[in-house]
């Protein structure tokens, strides 16, 4: 999938949510969906550098971790007030937002993975403590 491809996506998801709204699902601001978008492919990565061996798909604590930790090293002390202003304030969250962007394409999940594997996994005002 291409960038024009994604931003149309992404468009789509922000505008008119999933299926026209008619999923129930949490939506968010489009930075805050590319972040993760950049977060989630820098968390493979990491996880990847560090273990050659892991599988193809990412757990839902491995990405609920890896976006904070990369919302760390961009925001610094400021991540959490980020996370508050896109409406990142429970891991729950994170996964609606990696779950919204499985809707429309622009990542696929296993069939294994449910939206519950992001559910109370960590506090995130912890988590981003410098």
Known sequence: MNRKEIE????QLVRYGVDGGKKERKYFIEPAYTFVMDALDRS???IRSKNPSHGKSL???E????VCDFAKELFGPYAWIVFKDWGFL??????????G?????IFFDDPKDKIEDFDNLFDI?????L
Do not use: H, M, N
């Open 125 to 129: 005002p912890t988590r981003l403590r």
């Open 101 to 105: 962007l499985i809707d429309v394409g």
């Open 63 to 66: 990405l609920a971790a890896g």
């Open 90 to 99: 429970t891991t729950r969250d994170i996964g609606e937002a990696v779950y």
């Open 59 to 61: 757990s839902g604590q």
């Open 8 to 11: 149309a996506k992404l468009l």
């Open 44 to 46: 493979s990565q990491v």
